[in-house]
Structures are given as C-alpha cells and as structure tokens.
C-alpha cells in the first residue's frame, strides 16, 4: 500500500507503527515514507524513541522522504542518546539530504570523534551537502582517516566542490590546496576507489602532476581505476594523451577499451 502512495491509509500505518510487532512496525515505517507526505512526519518522529534500532533506521530514513523543517531538532537530539551506529549515520543521512544548517556542527563532530566510520563517512558526505565549502578543513582532514569508506566520502565531497564552486559560488575557495590533497588521494591512497573517485577531478588540474598522475593510474590493477583515468585524460583535451590512450585500446578490461575509444574521438574531433 506504501508503494501506491494512497494518503487514504495513513493512519492504518501511523497506527501499525506504534502498536504492530517488530515486522508491522518497520513495514510501517517503510510505508510512510513511501507516502512522501508531510503529514506523515509526526507520527515518524514520536517513533524515533522506539526500542528496536530496525524500526528507528526505517524512521529516520522516510523522515528524508516525509520531511518538516522542525524535525531536524528531533534528529539531533535522538542522535545524542542514540547507542546504534546504523542508526546514528542514518540521521546523519537524512540530516544531509535535508541540508540541515542547524545539523552542520553535529555533522563535525560525528567526523572526529564517532567510533563507528560508517557514522563518519555519512557525516562527511552531509558535510559535502550542507556546505563543503565552509567545512573544506574538516573533509580535506577527513581523506586521511583510517576508514577507506570516510575517505571515500571526503574525496566526493570535496570533488563536488571543486566541480561546483566555479559555476556557482560568487566566492570559490582556493581551489589549489584542495587539488593537491585530491592529487595525493590519487596516487597513494591503499584503497582503489577512493583512488578511482580522486583521479576524475583531475580533469580540471592543469598541473603537471595531475596529467603524470593520470598517465600513472593507466597501470593501475584495478579497472574502475584505469577507467576514470583514461576518461580524465579525454576530458582534459591535451593530445598528448593519445599515445598512452591508443595503448588501452587492447586493455584487457571492456570498459577501459570502450573509453578509451570515447577518449580518443574526443581528442581528435
């Protein structure tokens, strides 16, 4: 019924959601969120208290469907008391959907000093939506954290950043620092995503490190890697890029042979 998004049951899942069983009530929870209604908020929100962590995941996650401006102060204050961490970064993940201001500090807190990285990695993606080029200390900090999945977050945040400030900010940050931290991401980091996910913003560093680095990953072990990098070098419009392109058209990997081609016709045209 959540699916329909019929509003005439509203109330059947307002009241599964606080007196069913464990499986009515996040069925329920589910349900309104489906409903994207905002008339289905307070009931989600006096949930946000229920004693089953499943059933407070499936709250916080339809209030970003059912939302009202006032319960982000419910989702602040849940998240002080809040003993799971699925829970804790579900809040924080609706927080950044919403683009809560009021959340942003809570946010910065969460990518210090949470035990648990999923918490920190959805702090920094918040962070990235909230306004990363107020916070861009906090994420350029958060691309050395231990969690290969907080860096990941860090790296999207600051490379949409980088990809948005010109086109929108009447007052972008200094672009530089953040391509070099990026530029470091993408030559060093252990792990190969975070690897694949600093090398597209390198399209827009002209430096030379960033081409030596593009020409770097076309070795890399890991596709996705060889993917990005080979797209980045299309992207960039430097012919001298073609040599090391024509090269991976006989890559082993499908899609780094299918980009390759994209890259090179780009070029030449």
Known sequence: MGVTRNLE???TFEHALKCGDLSQRVIAARALGWLRDAQCAPALLLSLNDPEPDVRRWVTASLSLSWVAYGDFDLIERF?????GEVRAAI???LGWHR???AAHLCLFALSN???PEVRGEAAKALGRIDAQTYVSSLLDATKDDSASVRRHAIRSLMYLVDQSSKTSPHPPPIRPILQVLLECAYNDEDAEARSVALRILTHDPAPKAYGC???????????VRVNAVVALGQRGDLNALPLLKKHLSD???EVRARAREAIKNLET
Do not use: G, Q, V
């Open 9 to 11: 049951h509203r109330t």
């Open 80 to 84: 002080a008391m809040e003993s799971e």
């Open 92 to 94: 924080l993940r609706t």
């Open 100 to 102: 809560s201001k009021t």
């Open 114 to 116: 949470d035990i648990d």
């Open 214 to 224: 593009l020409a770097n990953a076309l070795s890399d072990h890991n596709p996705c």
């Open 252 to 254: 082993p990997h499908l």
